[in-house]
């Protein structure tokens, strides 16, 4: 006996395509004229725009502000496995002028669908990251800070969807269920033409259940049709103007500009930095120059495949401060040559 | 508006569930990623970072 009385299938699905009929009779032109503009759409072949936090991940990687580093520091990478990938790091670094000697274990995983990293440092403090990819186009990302010291906490929950030719992503900040206070981010990129990008950010911020403020950034983006340049720009709610220009000059060689303009009615100033990367067989060299006076150089040298030298420096002309780093990346692995999958070049790991 | 009880009760559940995230994180991913290695690697190569 069945509790749940079932329709054969069959007979149902044509009283129902008959009953329907006359609703999608009234609804084609809808119907069609969303199919002309899809196809319409599909014909323009419009490129994808990549997403407004990559917005400037070329510049990024070009300069050296995310790499550079004082004191001494050692990583040494443990790869356990390549396929899943399942990586632990040690690093230590110490004599820095800035931050105090510190040890930080991580682990990261990795497969198709799932990416998991975490550390955590000597004083307890771990931080997060899990990604989940549904399916090519769509990704749940998760990041979070916690240490033992109330309010240092971060969580942040978002969620990514990549479309033909546009991008939309939304993330909570510190969301709180009961109040529904934290940071709210939501944002759209679109292609417009093979080469421009616009999107708008816009952020609400509640830092109390009765405070809700709203601010929203705009965004453009230029890519040249081959790729090899990409100019963006991004205007920010109180009068905060940042615009960057990056160009691969030869399959060595990438430049990269950023202006930083801040307008608003109390303070007014202005930043440009120029960089460029070499990249070269065994070693990637930056060097950066900005108005502030700042001169810096960085210089990754690979030995080894599983060795590498990193020494980089910093002159402040207008301070008359100097600082300099110098770290080893060790990188071991239990697996032999043939379990890796060589010839595959054992990456280094980035810390920004 | 959920009532004084509710929001109590949840934010003591995000309490909670922050903490397990805090203590539990790093060897979610240590035994996540020992169980799934191919080939599965020994513990002591997995901690120290001598060996």
Redesign the interface.
Known sequence: MSAFPVQSPPSSSSTKSSAWSPFYAALSPFTSTYNRFSQWRSDLALPSPGSIENLQKEVKSTHLTNFIFDGARADLTKTLSANPAFQVTHSFSLASQTAPSSYNFGAVFANEQVFMQGGVDHEGSVNCRFNRGWSANNVTKMQAQLSSQAGHNMIQLEHDYTGRDYNINAKAINPSPADFSGIYVGSYLQSLTRNLALGFETMCQRPTPEMTEIATSYVAKLTSTDKSWIATALLQQPGILQATYWQKLSEKVEVAADLQVIAASTRRDAVATLGAKWDLRMSTFRAQLDSTGKVSALLEQRFAPTFAFIIGGEIDHFKNAAKIGVGVMIESSTLTPEEMGMPVPPQPPSYP | M?SEE???S??KV?EVG?TI??YG??P???Y???T????Q??LI??IS?LA
């Open positions: 959920p509710t929001k109590e949840l934010i995000v922050r995230l805090h994180w790093i979610l991913i240590i996540v990623g020992y799934r290695s191919t080939p690697p020994s190569k997995l970072p």
